[in-house]
């Protein structure tokens, strides 16, 4: 695929509540999605030479042949929104183990402050063909 493809945590309700939010603020259509739950999701993973993530508590972003986890695929992905977001991609100037930190605080409580679904959602009509399976 030629698009930047964001894998996700499928079942997370916060996680979804941010694929929502990009495919709000993505007018020009840049990404695609896969959970990471999928058999794709896995396969992309296995590919970039990345484990499943045993907890799924980190996005993926794969984009020209790169893999960018945590907060750098955040950033990264903030900076190819419609504005005022590309503004935040100015947090790269903080460490990565810093705001990797802050990144994984979330991580780690996401289903106890956002909760879960049992299944992840499927998106439908306009929205479904920027989701791969």
């Not at 996700?8 to 996680?15: A, E, H, I, W």
């Not at 996005?59 to 900076?79: C, E, H, M, R, T």
């Not at 991580?107 to 679904?117: I, L, N, V």
Request: hydrophobic residues 45%; charged residues 25%; positive net charge.
């Amino acid at each position: 695929m030629t698009h930047p493809i964001i894998l996700y945590d499928g079942v997370c309700n916060l996680c979804e509540g941010s694929v929502r939010f990009v495919l709000a603020r993505d007018s020009a259509r840049r990404f695609c999605f896969a959970a990471l739950q999928s058999e794709r999701g896995r396969q992309l993973l296995a590919q970039h030479g990345l484990q499943t993530f045993g907890d799924l508590s980190a996005v993926v972003l794969l984009q020209d042949g790169k893999a960018y986890v945590k907060s750098d695929a955040a950033i990264a992905i903030a900076s190819q929104l419609d504005p005022p977001w590309p503004f935040f991609a100015r947090l790269a100037f903080l460490p990565r183990p810093v705001r990797d930190r802050i990144y994984d605080f979330i991580g780690t409580r996401r289903y106890h402050w956002f909760g879960k679904k049992v299944e992840c959602w499927m998106p439908t009509g306009d929205l479904k063909d920027r989701f791969i399976d």
